[in-house]
């Protein structure tokens, strides 16, 4: 097997054990059959983006630390979490599309670069004029996209439709976000008929890079 069929396979793996744990959490959310596993399972998301912090640390001891006096607070307040987890699923859907929503809204503002056209710039060195005004407008709807996601997650869970909630946050959510990367693609066609196509895995990629290198760049 060579090593890029090797890596898709790892993918395929990866999107299948996403969906099983997506749909896993779903229906401890409405079933409650395990709050244990339900606490587990939304704590699963933060410890993840916690450790891959921790490692891009400058400073390793004071993130080790801190880690640390995370899990201790976890350990005394474990009974709590089980109670309540729900709460963490809302926090974490609400706020990382709140976040994103900031973060690609932010970069519309006067003298700023638009996300979507840094992403561009990413995989082209020189973007026509046509380009940087589709950027433009694909950052509002990035933006749009997450601020509904985040402002639709605390509308049903403040309203007590848990299950529609739980939908939304834990399955519905990355199947929405595929499809608005597949719609964005079929709309870069026809917008830009001409220009060199980059597909939605590329598209995908870019935003994935950004993300993962930003911390060491200096902003923009």
Known sequence: MTADRRWRSVRAVLVL????????????IVRRFSPALGAALALLPATLVALWAARRARRRAWAIAALALAAAGLWAGWGTLERHFPSVFLVEHAGMNALLAFVFGRTLAAGREPLCTRFARLMHAKLPAEVVAYTRAITLAWTIFFATLA??????????????WSLLATILSPVLLALMFAGEYAVRLRALPNWERVGVLGGIRAFSRHFATAPAENPR
């Open 17 to 28: 054990l996403s969906l099983g744990l997506a749909v896993l959490a779903h229906f401890t």
């Open 151 to 164: 402002t639709l997650s605390v509308a049903l869970y403040a309203a007590g439709f848990l299950e529609a």
